[in-house]
């Protein structure tokens, strides 16, 4: 047997010194931010469906008008266009959510920021919770999102009361199938971000506004823009596309 020697010098393995680099990041640097991207591609691909076989079943009645008739009403409704004022009204507050989420967007921008100058300017020895600042609560973000959960709670019942408006049931035909899918869809898209701002509100109320909190804010800013865009491109699809085609 051949005797076995111990190695006469240990082999340095290299390291990199990443000391420097921050805690926490966000937008393109952020894992999160680009799952948050992704997620909000997969629900558009899944809206583009939706709207084309919207457009597609409207290609197939093109002598008995659009929408076709609700056969189960007594007498029938040869053209069921669903009613204006509720689903307008919803797109309004929508709408007027916007520029609030902007603001509370914009004001956890700049916590955050505030946040990595301040621990970049704390020695990284120092353990967290010792020789730092208590978190922050600032009051505007905490009242923006307490005004923006009751929008979207408002938005929600709106939206409950948006499907007697479409004056079909969801199953008597194609046509209400979709159109009862794609306003409960959004009404989903809305009723999560509504509970992901409560959730924030919250947190925020009782442990401060710390970086991760400010970037999930951020985070379903971004999302929220995104279900506005979509509640307004649902609303000319199901309301206006009938009266104008």
Not at 84 to 107: C, E, F, K, Y
Not at 157 to 180: D, G, S, T
Not at 186 to 206: C, D, N, P, Q
Request: glycine share 6%.
């Amino acid at each position: 047997m051949t005797p076995t020697t111990a190695p006469t010098a240990t082999t340095a393995r290299p390291t990199i010194d990443v000391s420097h680099l921050p805690a926490e990041s966000r937008d393109g640097r952020s894992p999160m931010w680009w799952g948050n991207v992704l997620f909000m591609l997969i629900e558009t691909t899944t809206v583009a469906l939706l709207l084309a076989s919207y457009v597609y079943l409207w290609r197939n009645y093109p002598q008995s008008g659009w929408p076709p008739p609700a056969a189960q009403h007594d007498p029938p409704l040869l053209k069921p266009v669903p009613d204006l004022p509720v689903g307008t009204a919803n797109l309004l507050v929508l709408l007027a959510t916007v520029p609030l989420m902007l603001w509370v967007d914009r004001a956890c921008q700049r916590q955050f920021d505030a946040l990595e100058r301040r621990n970049a300017a704390t020695p990284s020895e120092v353990p967290r919770g010792r020789g730092r600042p208590p978190p922050e609560r600032p009051a505007g973000v905490l009242l923006g999102l307490l005004v923006l959960v009751a929008l979207g709670a408002g938005s929600l019942v709106l939206r409950w009361h948006e499907f007697p408006a479409l004056k079909v049931q969801w199953n008597e035909n194609a046509y209400a199938a979709l159109v009862w899918t794609m306003l409960g869809l959004h009404l989903l898209y809305v009723a999560i971000e509504v509970v992901e701002l409560a959730v924030m509100l919250l947190w925020t109320a009782l442990y401060g506004l710390g970086q991760n909190q400010a970037t999930d804010v951020i985070l379903t800013a971004a999302y929220w823009y995104w279900t506005v865009v979509v509640g307004a491109v649902l609303y000319g699809a199901v309301y206006w596309f009938p009266r104008l085609v």
